[in-house]
């Protein structure tokens, strides 16, 4: 005849522990070419001025308004989709200008 030792309550929540559940897929909502500190923080020198706006405008005048791709490593140019969407456009100036005015 065979015996077998019960598991302790401690043994069965420490097995029940190891489980391993697996997760769903979450995908980060914030785009390579937002600033991820502060976002209306173009050229990332930890303030919002002017130059900020100067730098989106002189972007959207050079490329035009474009959906944006994965940011190239190494690239100067700033965090230009303040708002996160993809997209440079004018929208992203007034995003910054509009936090200018507030302040």
Request: proline share 5%.
């Amino acid at each position: 005849m065979l015996y077998f030792k019960s598991r302790s309550r401690s043994q069965r929540e420490r097995r029940r522990a190891l489980f391993v559940e697996t997760l769903e897929v979450r995908r980060l909502l914030n785009s390579d070419w937002q600033n991820p500190g502060e976002r209306t923080d173009v050229n990332n020198d930890l303030f919002v001025a002017p130059i900020d706006v100067l730098q989106i405008i002189n972007d959207l005048r050079r490329n035009g308004t474009r959906q944006l791709g994965p940011r190239p490593i190494g690239t100067s140019i700033g965090y230009i989709d303040v708002t996160g969407d993809g997209f440079a456009s004018p929208i992203d100036v007034l995003n910054v200008i509009n936090i200018l005015n507030s302040r």
